[in-house]
């Protein structure tokens, strides 16, 4: 049984920074795409940073520069550095992965096999 285990998130001032995890069981993070997303309140949920099995990254616009993806592969956990937050981050975070290597779109949510139960991340 694949389980994606998020955690890490909080309130944070603006232009605070939080760190938020992704612990897989069930699932090799290694070799495929994940991405995290987000959904504010009253909003669709959206991409927010994927990485691919080749260690590819790719970003929002709106996050690029602030945020950052990566992965312990070690650890089997992907991971998101949130820097220099603003109140539009505010939403609750999703892990989200593949079964695929590379290809596709990053962002596309119905490309994504396995989500966690979210985080939330507050910003004010």
């Known amino acids: 049984q694949v389980q994606l285990v998020e955690s890490g998130g909080g309130s944070a001032q ?11 069981s069930g699932y090799t993070v290694s070799p495929y795409c994940m991405a995290w997303f987000r959904q504010a309140p009253g909003k669709a949920r ?3 940073a ?14 690029k520069g602030r945020f950052a993806i990566s992965r312990d592969d070690a650890k089997n956990s992907l991971y998101m550095q949130l820097n220099n937050l603003k ?3 505010t939403a609750m975070y ?4 593949r079964v695929v ?15 966690g139960q979210g985080t939330q991340v507050t910003v004010s």
């Open 14 to 24: 603006a232009g605070g920074s939080l760190r938020l995890s992704c612990a897989a």
């Open 46 to 48: 959206e991409g927010v």
């Open 50 to 63: 994927g990485v691919d099995g080749g260690g590819i990254t790719a970003y929002k616009d709106s996050v």
């Open 87 to 89: 109140t539009e981050d």
């Open 94 to 97: 999703f892990c989200a992965a």
């Open 101 to 115: 290597r590379s290809g596709g779109s990053w962002n596309d949510q119905a490309e994504f096999v396995y989500w």
